[in-house]
């Protein structure tokens, strides 16, 4: 490139360049330009990659690589929410952005809609009551049974209708966690600032309430136990503690939809109970 | 398809105008009275500047429709009256389903498997812009288009001022990015321009509430203000593409007159495709009377600027039908 050095000098109006060096640069130019857009557009593979946010979806959502691209990013799912569980990557998600996840500890999915209406609301399939047979079940993702809703329980169709679970519960600190210690709970779950919502089907079958306004007096602790919308996710089980005295501690089972309520509510800052999302059950 | 047919197509893909097209008999007529007769024709137009007033009727009627459309969306999110759910990128008008074409086109080609509901809202998508012109998305309902158009009047004031320049690209560019995020999304099955796509992202942000992806829409308004006059719209956006190719048979277009018009040029200056606009400079239109191509967004910007009503919006086959 004999020309670099010239056409590194700005062009004034009496030194036009000339028409090959003109449209030589204006070709760089507009390299540069479209390299640019598509390097920006490829930055969004790096969240993706390094699993910066693990996020949980809502439920009946595919696999995360298959559930990013199927995804159409439009929030139909976020709008028919009735608790607004349901909020929408951003930038730091990478391809994440405008894809609806649950941060379960602010706002779990309790099922207060009965149906999963998101899945329902999913014009691409992205959330699905069951997935199309070329997109296989990951081992322990899918239930042994479709989920029946305590709320529903005696009806005749008391099921949830999707096949596989969003992640699985997990006792995380079980040392700080109050029925462990023989410790029973009383007052505002979560404090008096919390904006959660749960419906409870003894104040009113349809309609969800801030849990604020839901005292416990609960001894032991048990509201991860009484607040989980699934029939047999979670019980008490007894154990022996150091001590040698006789115990109780939530045990999560295979029912276990992953669906965070438990992980909401649990009193004790930072939350006992989590959900690691995505996660497939181990027996 | 003749030569004819196919160039606007040509032209919106990111290539010159052709100078070698046929004229048609009529067309040439009126070149040849308007080379004689230079004297009476500037007269007149003289006569109609000194009466003419931008009235921006089509600006305001759009501005009108773009915010009343974007504020559907979030009025039925937020005050709940369910009309239009959903966002640009795919909703429900009273619980039919609609897909944005190029969200849609990367879904399937990323996802590989598409549903039902996909395909209907897809095509009554398509049919819906095949009726009224495809790229009038762009100018109608972007409302990235609305942002890039104040940008734009801000980069105009400042370059009378000499305080920045257009730095122009080569339009190929754009067809360039439309297969490239088609390869992307088929590669990696990710739905790559989703990430970047300022539509979507302002789309979301007006009804779900701001969010850090702003950032990414004022770094490219900034650009559009200092470096390049439209530049995304012009350059780079593959939903332009998308639906420039379902308008190309559209029949409601911007037409020209050869008639009325004095070869002045204020449309192609106001114009965001004044590629699309070639036919207007003197001895180049190839009809008496022309249809703008697949390429232009039926802004109206030009029928607003022109003095002497050689461009109007014109629906093929309506007067038969009325």
């Not at chain 1, 779990?108 to 009965?114: N, R, V």
């Not at chain 1, 007894?238 to 999560?252: C, H, I, N, Q, T």
């Not at chain 2, 020209?256 to 070869?263: A, Q, T």
């Not at chain 2, 004044?274 to 039926?298: F, I, N, Y």
């Amino acid at each position: 490139m004999s020309g670099s050095a010239d056409s590194r000098r700005p062009a004034s109006s009496d030194v036009r360049p000339s028409g090959g060096r003109k449209s030589r640069r204006s070709f760089l130019r507009t390299v540069l330009l479209g390299g640019g857009v598509v390097l920006a557009a490829l930055s969004g593979f790096l969240p993706v990659k390094y699993a910066m946010a693990r996020r949980l979806r809502p439920p009946g959502a595919l696999d995360e690589a298959d559930f990013l691209s199927s995804c159409i990013k439009c929030g139909q799912c976020l709008q028919v929410c009735p608790v607004s569980a349901i909020r929408l990557g951003d930038l730091v998600d990478g391809y994440g952005v405008g894809v609806p996840y649950i941060d379960s500890r602010e706002q779990a999915c309790d099922f207060s809609c009965d149906a999963a209406q998101c899945i329902l609301a999913c014009p691409t399939g992205a959330l699905t009551y069951e997935k199309p047979a070329s997109l296989p079940v990951r081992v322990g993702a899918g239930l042994s049974r479709k989920p029946i809703l305590k709320a529903k329980e005696r009806d005749a169709e008391n099921t949830l209708n999707f096949r596989e679970r969003m992640g699985v519960a997990r006792l995380a600190r079980p040392e700080s966690c109050l029925a462990t210690k023989g410790e029973g709970f009383t007052g505002i779950a979560r404090g008096a600032d919390f904006s959660g919502r749960l419906r409870y089907v003894s104040v009113d079958r349809w309609k969800p309430v801030p849990v604020r306004e839901h005292p416990y007096a609960a001894t032991p602790c048990d509201l991860c136990i009484t607040s989980c919308p699934i029939v047999g996710a979670i019980s008490f089980e007894k154990f022996l503690d150091a001590s040698g005295a006789l115990r109780e501690r939530p045990a999560v089972h295979e029912a276990c939809v992953g669906c965070g309520v438990c992980e909401m509510i649990c009193p004790v800052e930072p939350g006992c109970i989590e959900i690691d999302a995505r996660e497939v059950w181990k027996a | 398809m003749s030569r004819s047919r196919l160039d606007p197509i040509r032209v919106m893909l990111g290539a010159e105008p052709s100078k070698t097209l046929p004229v048609s008999e009529a067309a040439q007529g009126i070149h040849v009275l308007k080379r004689q007769s230079t004297k009476q024709l500037s007269a007149q137009r003289e006569a109609l500047h000194s009466g003419f007033r931008n009235s921006h009727k089509w600006r305001n009627r759009r501005w009108a429709v773009l915010l009343a459309v974007n504020l559907l969306f979030v009025l039925s999110f937020r005050l709940d009256i369910q009309i239009l759910e959903g966002s640009l990128t795919a909703s429900r008008f009273l619980g039919f389903h609609l897909a944005d074409l190029n969200s849609a086109l990367q879904v399937m080609l990323a996802h590989k498997h598409i549903i039902v509901n996909l395909v209907i809202g897809t095509v009554t998508v398509f049919m819906l812009w095949l009726v009224l012109g495809g790229r009038t998305f762009c100018s109608w309902v972007c409302p990235y288009h609305l942002l890039s158009e104040l940008a734009e009047i801000v980069h105009l004031a400042l370059a009378s001022r000499k305080l920045v320049s257009d730095q122009t690209f080569h339009r190929g560019l754009r067809t360039v990015c439309w297969v490239v995020f088609a390869v992307l999304a088929i590669v990696t099955g990710y739905t790559v321009f989703e990430s970047i796509s300022p539509t979507g992202i302002l789309s979301r942000a007006l009804i779900y509430g701001p969010g850090l992806a702003l950032l990414w829409v004022l770094g490219l308004l900034l650009f559009e203000v200092v470096v390049s006059r439209r530049a995304w719209c012009r350059y780079v956006c593959p939903i332009g593409v998308t639906y420039g190719v379902a308008g190309i048979l559209s029949p409601v277009s911007v037409v020209y007159r050869l008639e009325n018009c004095f070869h002045e040029g204020d449309c192609k200056k106001v114009c965001l495709v004044p590629h699309a606009l070639a036919m207007v400079v003197k001895g180049r239109a190839t009809e008496a009377t022309m249809a703008v191509g697949p390429d232009c967004t039926r802004c109206g910007m030009c029928v607003d600027v022109c003095p002497s009503g050689a461009l109007s919006f014109g629906v093929k086959g309506l007067h038969r039908l009325l």
